[in-house]
């Protein structure tokens, strides 16, 4: 009874000294709450369209037929794609699309017309930009598909026009119907996946690098982490006092952003409530026992700080949003499973947009687990191994004491 009386009001003091940072240092609120609210903010505002749509591109008309026409009217026609503007040579396409004013150039033939109904097979040229991935398959996707269309009239209307009923002639042009579902995201909206995953990636930098700042400035010197270690009545009971006030609020923070996405950008959760709710608390302490590790090993603060930033500023690139981790190299993939958040956005978008079962989502939850109880025993070992060797300072000093007098 005696210890736990004495480990509840040992915790609750370093609580409130750690809350009452928050007023002591203004920067810590507008770090832990302002900031990351912000950037969340003007994200939302970049992705508030939810869809990219009417992406423009040139055009370079060499035919001048009535086909050529109904070509480029189709393509803007498509939600994918506008036609822009109108371009009389390549080079003037290609400087146009090095600049970023269009995403792509369609290149339609001399003599197209004349060539399709001779029974000849003319190429349109479409030149798009590789690099910007996802406007460029956009665009593409935009022509071929305006293109198919076209195609399938042609070819509709020269079966009719040699006496073929209409019927007839539609269904021999797709003898074999192909049924598309598409699952989970259909209307490719991008405030559903890419807004969703751009907010744990940002808040993971900030939890590591708050935590490693916040017990970094404890753990600086034997002196401050003997006060700290006093205040606590041991250094687990002061850690854990120390580190729950950001857990509160990190908490807090994402819930307003998971709020606002619920709410205002219609994010589904057809998933489990209880297995959202858990991945984020997960997520959340695996980053700041992170961030308390780093700060534990590595000294300076300035130092844990630095390298927690650099671990955690790229870790977007490797959660497999962008581009699939099943498609990267072996550093990036088995680099992407030590980072928390993409795991957690694993269970994020199992809950959110696929609406996966719970036996599915169990192996992000075990892992974001595995990876809270790794991290906290290192923690403790780290802890337990400056505990020690301030044991032997004491030791030594009082023994050098003793010899001097």
């Not at 819930?255 to 984020?280: I, K």
Request: charged share 15%; hydrophobic share 50%.
């Amino acid at each position: 009874m005696s210890a736990t009386a004495h480990f509840k009001p040992s915790l609750l003091l370093v609580f409130v000294r750690e809350a009452a940072q928050f007023k002591k240092q203004p920067f810590l609120p507008f770090l832990t709450i302002l900031l990351p609210l912000i950037l969340m903010g003007v994200l939302a505002l970049v992705f508030s369209q939810g869809l990219a749509t009417r992406l423009p591109v040139a055009v370079l008309n060499l035919d001048g037929s009535d086909l050529s026409r109904t070509i480029v009217r189709t393509v803007d026609a498509t939600p994918d794609t506008a036609t822009a503007i109108n371009v009389s040579n390549l080079a003037e396409g290609r400087r146009l699309i090095l600049s970023g004013s269009v995403h792509g150039l369609l290149m339609i033939p001399q003599n197209l017309e004349r060539d399709v109904l001779a029974g000849r097979r003319p190429e349109v040229v479409f030149f798009y930009n590789t690099q910007t991935m996802t406007t460029g398959n956009l665009t593409l996707r935009g022509v071929n598909a305006a293109l198919a269309s076209v195609e399938g009239s042609i070819r509709l209307s020269l079966r009719t026009s040699n006496g073929q009923p209409a019927d007839i002639a539609q269904a021999s042009l797709s003898p074999i119907p192909v049924q598309v579902n598409p699952l989970f995201n259909p209307t490719l909206n991008y405030s559903h996946f890419l807004l969703a995953a751009l907010l744990p990636a940002v808040l993971q930098i900030v939890i590591v690098t708050t935590t490693a700042y916040s017990v970094g400035h404890d753990a600086e010197t034997l002196h401050r982490l003997r006060v700290l270690r006093r205040l606590g009545g041991g250094l687990w009971s002061a850690m854990l006092g120390k580190l729950l006030p950001y857990t509160l609020v990190f908490l807090f923070v994402l819930g307003v952003a998971d709020a606002f996405m619920f709410m205002v950008y219609h994010l589904p959760l057809r998933g489990d409530r209880t297995v959202f709710l858990c991945a984020g608390v997960l997520f959340i302490l695996a980053n700041q026992l992170f961030g308390a590790l780093l700060a534990l090993v590595l000294r300076p603060m300035p130092m844990a700080i630095s390298i927690g930033t650099l671990i955690t500023a790229p870790a977007f690139g490797f959660m497999g949003v962008g581009f699939p981790r099943i498609g990267m190299n072996s550093f990036a993939y088995h680099w992407s499973e030590i980072l928390p958040g993409t795991w957690y956005l694993m269970a994020r978008v199992d809950q959110t947009l696929r609406g996966a079962p719970l036996d599915l989502s169990l192996r992000p939850l075990a892992i974001l687990l595995f990876m809270v109880v790794s991290l906290a025993s290192l923690t403790a070992l780290r802890l337990e191994a400056i505990r020690r060797r301030r044991e032997r300072s004491s030791m030594a000093a009082s023994a050098e004491a003793k010899v001097s007098s």
